[in-house]
């Protein structure tokens, strides 16, 4: 089984510019969650689908961001436009929807972004 | 918000010694998860936790969750030196009845370093 999938690895922009990062969950996996690590800090949570609807986007920054999950499958996270806070790594993880709360989070590698 | 204070910040030990790191919170957690980050990749699973006073063992790591269930531990014996990462902890404050729904709130990672 393929794990969660991440792309780009690594994106470097410049102020201003737009970035898009995509997340191809675990086959199946109904829950989507997108999770930021400034450097030196906590990774934190950033918003959660449940296939193609937001559960909760408490965790988002700002309306510089944007998730979409369009037909429940892979999901997009645009940032536009960035600001050098923003840099950082990007994680997505995924889990099945079943009724177990011990239910496991599978992560992706991250997209590390560098905003100049 | 939720926060969870992880200790320490980073270790160096030597290959053979054990090692121990803790989170701690002011908010009451019902799951406690311990995650290993290695360079390049994303977070993965090594150890949950479900209930107040629960005691784990994976291998050579050991992990309890705290009967306040405010902090949680995590304890490596005889480490190697594939042993070295990025280790996080991580709570999620309810159970739900659909498993994997709820946001994890991540300690800000303990680095270890293990010389052969």
């Known amino acids: 089984e393929a794990g969660v999938t991440q792309f780009p690895s690594h994106s470097v922009i410049e102020k201003g510019q737009t970035v898009t990062l995509r997340c191809d969950p675990i086959s199946g996996h109904d829950n989507l969650y997108w999770y930021r690590r400034v450097m030196g800090k906590e990774i934190k949570f950033l918003l959660h689908f449940v296939k193609e609807s937001k559960q909760d986007e408490s965790g988002m920054p700002n309306n510089r961001f944007l998730a979409e999950r369009t037909g429940g499958t892979y999901s997009t996270l645009k940032v536009q436009p960035a600001e050098l806070e923003d840099s950082g790594v990007y994680f997505c993880?995924?889990?099945?929807?079943?009724?177990?709360?011990?239910?496991?989070?599978?992560f992706g590698p991250g997209t590390r972004l560098l905003v100049l | 918000g939720q926060q969870l204070n992880q200790s320490p910040q980073s270790m160096f030990i030597q290959e053979g010694e054990d090692v121990s790191m803790n989170c701690t919170s002011s908010s009451i957690f019902n799951t406690w998860l311990w995650y290993k980050q290695d360079p390049g990749e994303g977070p993965v699973l090594l150890i949950a936790l479900y209930k107040a006073g629960e005691l784990t063992s994976n291998g050579r790591l050991t992990a309890q969750f705290g009967i306040t269930r405010k902090d949680s531990f995590l304890n490596i014996s005889a480490s190697i030196p594939s042993d070295v990462g990025i280790y996080f902890c991580a709570g999620r404050s309810t159970h739900t009845t659909q498993g994997g729904s709820e946001k994890l709130v991540f300690g800000k990672g303990t680095k270890l370093t293990v010389n052969p």
């Open positions: 993880a995924s889990s099945r929807s079943e009724t177990s709360y011990q239910e496991t989070q599978y």
